[in-house]
């Protein structure tokens, strides 16, 4: 059964940081491109980040440019997002998305973990 | 950036009714050398994460019921739901994958009428 499990999200202050964490499993992590999207209370869809399979493409929305930083570690299974400099407009639950490499769509996505930044 | 402009906001259909949902992207999204529109739908129910139901403008998921159709091409593209179940209501969005940021559209939400 594919899974993505994220962890790592919580209550933090406006400046602080966090470190969010997409644990895969039931598929071959190392084939798909991740992206990290997110969905603030009650409103739309945003992307956020994207990483190819072997972490030679990284995107990000200009929104988040400078502060935060994707990676992956294959061997681990795992999808991170590092987040600094937090503001309180990054409040929102974040998702882990799998994408087909081949393709480039979007086919499957985690959960959420929610990051409320206040003060 | 491409925008993704989705209409209407909200829509309230009655059981057993169609459903039209429409999506246009500021540019167009079609790779004309692979002749594909890269353009997906996603279906978000309460207190749940998205799942595509569409990909490539008009291919349906696997496990998706066929009463779910996407068309479409360039810049114009629509969902439809040719007869609206209740387990339907949800928030739909169409997302461009043509290029970075890979933008959403505001989203519809479907209700019964």
């Known amino acids: 059964e594919v899974q993505l499990v994220e962890s790592g999200g919580g209550l933090v202050k406006p400046g602080g940081s966090l470190r969010l964490s997409c644990a895969a499993s039931?598929?071959?992590?190392?084939?798909?491109?991740m992206n990290w999207v997110r969905q603030a209370p009650g409103k739309g869809l945003e992307w956020v980040s994207y990483i190819s399979t072997s972490s030679s493409y990284i995107y990000y929305a200009d929104s988040v440019k400078g502060r935060f930083t994707i990676s992956r570690d294959n061997a681990k299974n795992s999808l991170y997002l590092q987040m600094n400099s937090l503001r309180a407009e990054d409040t929102a639950v974040y998702y882990c998305a799998r994408e087909i490499s081949s393709d480039y769509y979007i086919d499957f996505w985690g959960q959420g973990t929610p990051v409320t930044v206040s003060s | 950036d491409i925008v993704m402009t989705q209409s209407p906001d909200s829509l309230a259909v009655s059981l057993g009714e169609r459903a039209t949902i429409n999506c246009k992207s500021s540019q167009s999204v079609l790779y004309s050398s692979k002749n594909k529109n890269y353009l997906a739908w996603y279906q978000q129910k309460v207190g749940q994460p998205p799942k595509v139901l569409i990909y490539?403008?008009?291919t349906r998921e696997s496990g998706v019921p066929d009463r779910f159709s996407g068309s479409g091409s360039g810049t114009d593209f629509t969902l439809t739901i040719s007869s609206l179940q209740a387990e339907d209501v949800a928030v739909y969005y169409c997302q461009q994958y043509y290029t970075t940021p890979r933008t959403f559209g505001q989203g519809t939400k479907l209700e019964i009428k």
């Open positions: 039931g598929f071959t992590f190392s084939s798909y491109n």
């Open positions: 490539w403008a008009s």
